[in-house]
């Protein structure tokens, strides 16, 4: 059953082996990641509700803590800071203030049309990578790239021989030494391969699925500075 679950939600995080619902069941510790929470749910009948309840969460006690000041739109007082956080602060470093001070305000047709151009039909941040420090892409399509659309359901590589560049799909790869890669990739047993654009003279890299990376999901909007 929940390898149906994480093929139909296209994720093998929600496969649970059947050692591991054993362990669950014999012990008294919850499993450490959501994707097994949701997976047990869904086997064993349980509201997620009674799930939490379970291990101790009780959504009756929850949403009375106020929001952290980082995450609103208020002035943080200045007792709360030390010097290198008000420093920080005035010189407005954070990541999406670059991006504000660099584009200004989204444009207009942007705002309403991201789930049409993405596929998603609720885009988020999490859905965003910055790739604009990348200076040699593996395809052209990511050249003078700023920003990607990842839709993280789609994590099963595709590469056909019989498809010219610009249609081969193109995917998201993060490595184990917390780096990116992107460009057309295939699944070879257990092997993922990074094709590059045939005018780049580079050799495919292959890089062992699971072990040396794993596939973030499947570029489907590209951010260009023209």
């Keep these: 059953m929940s390898r149906h679950i994480a093929h139909a939600l296209g994720d093998p995080q929600y496969f649970a082996a059947s050692g591991s619902l054993s362990d669950y069941e014999a012990q008294d510790s919850p499993p450490r990641h959501i994707h097994k929470a949701m997976t047990l749910c869904a086997i064993y009948g349980l509201q997620f509700s009674t799930f939490l309840k379970g291990v101790g969460l009780d959504l009756e006690d929850t949403g009375k ?54 596929g998603l039909k609720s885009p988020s941040l999490h859905d965003f990578f910055w790739v604009g420090e990348d200076q040699n892409p593996l395809h052209p399509v990511l050249v003078n790239g700023l920003l990607v659309v990842v839709n993280r359901q789609k994590k099963k590589p595709i590469y056909s021989r019989s498809m010219s560049v610009w249609q081969q799909p193109l995917y998201m790869l993060l490595r184990r030494d917390g780096t990116y890669v992107c460009g057309c990739c295939s699944l070879e047993n257990d092997t993922l391969v990074m094709h590059p654009y045939p005018l780049n003279h580079q050799r495919p890299e292959q890089l062992r699925n699971h072990h040396d990376a794993e596939v973030v999901g499947q570029i489907v909007a590209v951010m260009r500075a023209l």
């Excluded at 470093?93 to 584009?103: V, Y």
């Excluded at 305000?105 to 789930?115: G, I, M, T």
């Design 65 to 118: 803590d106020p929001i952290p000041d980082i995450l609103v739109p208020r002035n943080v007082p200045p007792v709360s800071l030390d010097a290198g956080d008000e420093r920080d602060e005035q010189q407005g470093n954070g990541f999406l203030e670059q991006l504000l001070d660099r584009w200004q305000a989204v444009p207009f047709f942007l705002r309403e049309s991201l789930s049409t151009l993405s």
